[in-house]
């Protein structure tokens, strides 16, 4: 008979746990018969003793198998996943679905809402007119089967044994664990039913690992719980130091989505965009060589493909296609103001986390789950770090619904803009790759 106290003790000692012991305090804490304070302490030994990776594979996968799963085997091919860990203004998913797409890869998305500075991919969605997210499992599937793309909100229950860990977590200061964290993230995908995963960990001051070391750590310890659950997992380490595009809040994504898909968009999200999508080309076995997969790409981009697909996708769950011609059928703001530079010079810094918390307080995001969202506010930034700026030249634009928040949301982003005379290094997009041979 195993007992709740003794594995918390071997983890306290930095003993490694077996699977059975894994399960046991997993699946008992899902029953309701280990009591927080037991899950809390064990927490906070995983803090300080970690885990090994095989550890780390078995909680993962106790987690993963702890509800529903999606069994998309009857979707032909090879179903390679994309996640983020999280930044602002990254708009990827609604780009790069259409685009893989496009290339003849299937893309079953499940997406969430989430918290946040603006809503999940699905919040986005649903500023389409008539977008339905809500599809039934057989409907996703046929969808993916017959035109290749489904993008849809979470059905069921993935991972709730992750839902309650991250919710304890959160009030006990243990989610800073690079083992709890890469458990967490990679459950909840391979529940979701994916063959293979590319992961985009994001590092700078607006994302949750603010070093580009922690991120390559996180990256490599997710590469390697997924290799060692057999789905092929690479991994980008991309700049969070700046907002990724020039939108920010949920219709101001999708336009952006749709401009990159029209070529037009931002350079930094485009190219991210592409090199995501090679990585999900390169698993999916369309080629093996990186420059064939980026020039189908880049093709598909360029002349029309991949914005088409984004159309059936829409229309194929009820949305409006001719949003793709004409952006103006997207929920508008009432209010618009300008932010303008109070001096000339170089833009030194743009906080992503001030850019954020601006749209956040417009209304674009989601402080508990039951917050109503404004989909047409938030912001759009003219400019990026690098750039000179004259004084009084448009730094960016607020749009809002309620017109007594516009002055404070203009003093808020004014803000997150850092002007000086000298011109600063370019940030990196892309730090690093991360694949099976670095772990
Ligand atoms: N995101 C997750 O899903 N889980 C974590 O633990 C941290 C970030
Ligand atoms: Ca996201």
Sequence with gaps: ???????????????????????????GYVAGEIPDYQMAAWNMAVYFQGMDPEEITNL?????????????SQILGVKVDKHSTGGVGDTTTLIVAPLVASCGVPVAKMSGRGLGHTGGTVDKLESIP???????????INQVNQIGVSVVGQTGELAPADKLLYALRDVTSTVESIPLIASSIMSKKIAAGADGFVLDVKAGSGAFMKSEEDAVELAKTMVQIGTLAKRSTVALVTDMNQPLGRGIGNALEVKEAILTLQGQGPERLTELCLEL??????????????GE????????LHNGAALKKFGELI????????????????????FQEDVLAPRGGYIQKLDPLEIGGTAMELGAGRETKDTIIDLAVGLELKCQVGDYVKEGDVLARIYGNKGELMPHGVARCSKAFTIGDTQPPTLPLIYRKITVKDV
């Design 277 to 290: 999508s090679v990585e999900m080309l390169l698993l999916a076995g369309v080629t093996n060589n990186h």
């Design 1 to 27: 008979m195993m007992h709740a106290v003794e594995i918390i003790r071997k983890k306290r000692d930095g003993e490694r746990l077996t699977r059975a012991e894994l399960e046991f305090l997993i699946q």
């Design 60 to 72: 993962t996968l106790i987690m993963a198998e702890s509800g529903d799963t999606l069994d998309l």
């Design 315 to 334: 229309a194929a769950q009820g949305g409006d296609p001719r949003v793709i011609e004409d952006l103006s059928l997207l929920p508008q703001a009432q």
């Design 130 to 140: 008539g977008y339905r997210v809500e599809l039934g499992p057989e409907e996703f």
């Design 293 to 300: 997969a980026r020039e189908l790409l880049e093709t598909n």
